[in-house]
């Protein structure tokens, strides 16, 4: 029989030899694939929890804003009721002078506008001030001896601020040039 291997009986050795580098190398190389399929596995597990964490928060934060603005009133409603209930009280109060239900009114009034400052709400309240028309509207002008030109002389109905931004101009009557 012929050895129809062209390699020569010393090659043999040398190609063992290589071909256990390389199994050596491949064991390796496999030994490393795995390693970094496990790598990515734990890695791709992460994202997964954290997207599904982010989620989560995005859900939560969600519902919160949600109830803060279902219940952003609830303080000042809370706030509001005394002023509802002495209302009520003098709605139902029967007889009694005018005096003392101006005095109740008036405490009452008090109270009210005592809460809306507590809120940020500010009265604008132009009286012998110069017109501002970003504060004032002006609805009609007249004759006012002793008053320059462009000052408030009457407020036909106040304005008011919430929290430095104009929430209503108030409506004032203004002096004219003689």
Request: charge should be negative.
């Amino acid at each position: 029989m012929h050895n129809s291997d062209s390699q020569s009986p010393d090659q043999a050795p040398e190609m063992d030899a290589q071909n256990a580098a390389t199994g050596g190398e491949l064991d390796a190389l496999k030994a490393k694939l795995a390693e970094l399929e496990a790598s990515n596995r734990e890695l791709r597990e992460t994202v997964l929890r954290e997207k599904a964490e982010l989620e989560n928060q995005r859900r939560r934060l969600h519902r919160d804003l949600e109830q803060a603005r279902r219940f952003a009133n609830e303080k000042l409603l809370n706030d509001l009721l005394p002023v509802y209930d002495g209302l009520e009280r003098g709605l139902t109060t029967e007889g009694g002078d005018v005096a003392t239900i101006r005095e109740g009114l008036s405490l009452t009034l008090k109270e009210l506008l005592r809460i809306a400052s507590n809120n940020g709400l500010v009265q604008v309240d132009p009286v012998d001030q110069p017109l501002d028309p970003e504060r004032h509207h002006a609805v009609s002008m007249v004759e006012a001896p002793g008053k320059a030109a462009g000052t408030v002389v009457a407020v036909l109905q106040k304005g008011y601020v919430l929290n430095d931004r104009l929430l209503r101009p108030a409506l004032v009557t203004v002096a004219k040039d003689d």
